[in-house]
């Protein structure tokens, strides 16, 4: 398995250059069946990573630009009547891929976003009673500027806690994007990249990820950490027990990618920013001060003791 993961990773930084800690944080999300929320600037390669994972896999790959006047149909399908045959279809929406890149999700209504995460939680669609199940796997990468405000719906708290992780790729460094220039000097890399995995072998690999051992001892760590936002007075919104099963599972898959039978407390402290700071809510007192969530994570990981 740690051959397949490897595959994966050296087809997606052959076009995202410079960026493998960023990698590694995509697949492991993929491997533990979550979603991931990609917050970064416009040109840094959001669309690239998406498409080159949906490559990688051998996956269809579906891409969503939202707007304001996006409706839930838009991206869910609906039933469009045949006058050949005299009868209603159903047409699928750009939801139903391996890989689907929900693009500024934060530029489209409320009603939109919800009907996108139900189908991020259920792994199906269901219109006019009828059950549609999403292929599989079904991975979704919504992305937003973290910079541009205007004519933006933020996504609520509740919303942003379905997402198992929050990342960004930010610039390459200086000598990577000289090489991201030469890449694509002649045509994009996208434009010759070949499947290097089935998606049968991600299905495999999910479900190894669920038999790696977490020994009692890791499992109490997370809770402690995720405990002590709960008791945080500067919280008006401390991390979830999804946010604590999401770290749980996160761990897991970042073991098999180490090719580790077995969780360590350093899954838990590498992963612990992406996966707990886009959960938590600070008071307004706490957000003047100048206090992000993200630095209240480090010092959650500086106070809770490791466990030997």
Not at 60 to 79: E, V, Y
Not at 96 to 102: D, I, P, S, T
Not at 144 to 172: S, V
Not at 255 to 280: G, K, M, S, W, Y
Request: neutral net charge.
């Amino acid at each position: 398995m740690s051959s397949t993961i490897q595959k994966i990773q050296d087809n997606l930084e052959s076009v995202i250059r410079g960026k493998t800690e960023s990698v590694r944080l995509v697949l492991t999300s993929l491997l533990a069946g979550g979603h991931l929320l990609l917050e970064d600037a416009p040109g840094t390669g959001k669309t690239t990573l998406a498409k080159a994972l949906a490559q990688s896999i051998d996956g269809k790959f579906k891409r969503i630009q939202f707007t304001p006047d996006l409706l839930p149909a838009d991206i869910l399908g609906g039933s469009i009547y045949s006058q050949s045959e005299g009868r209603f279809d159903f047409r699928p929406g750009p939801v139903f891929a391996n890989v689907l890149l929900a693009d500024e999700i934060n530029r489209t209504s409320p009603r939109t976003q919800s009907a996108l995460l139900e189908v991020m939680s259920e792994g199906q669609v269901t219109i006019e009673g009828e059950r549609r199940d999403l292929p599989k796997p079904f991975f979704a990468i919504a992305t937003q500027n973290p910079i541009e405000f205007h004519g933006t719906y933020p996504l609520p708290e509740a919303q942003l806690d379905r997402f198992a992780m929050r990342i960004t790729l930010g610039y390459p460094g200086f000598e990577d994007e000289v090489d991201v220039l030469f890449a694509q000097s002649q045509r994009h890399p996208l434009d010759t990249m070949v499947s290097v995995v089935s998606r049968e072998e991600i299905l495999v690999a999910q479900q190894q990820v669920r038999a790696i051992r977490v020994d009692r001892s890791v499992a109490e760590y997370m809770v402690r950490l995720v405990e002590k936002t709960r008791k945080d007075p500067r919280l008006r919104l401390p991390i979830s027990t999804r946010g604590a099963l999401a770290l749980f599972r996160l761990s897991q898959a970042r073991a098999l990618i180490d090719q580790r039978e077995f969780v360590t407390p350093d899954d838990v402290r590498a992963l612990a920013l992406p996966v707990l700071a886009h959960r938590i809510v600070l008071d307004a007192k706490t957000r003047f001060s100048g206090l992000g969530p993200g630095d209240l994570v480090l010092e959650l990981l500086e106070s809770v003791p490791v466990p030997r």
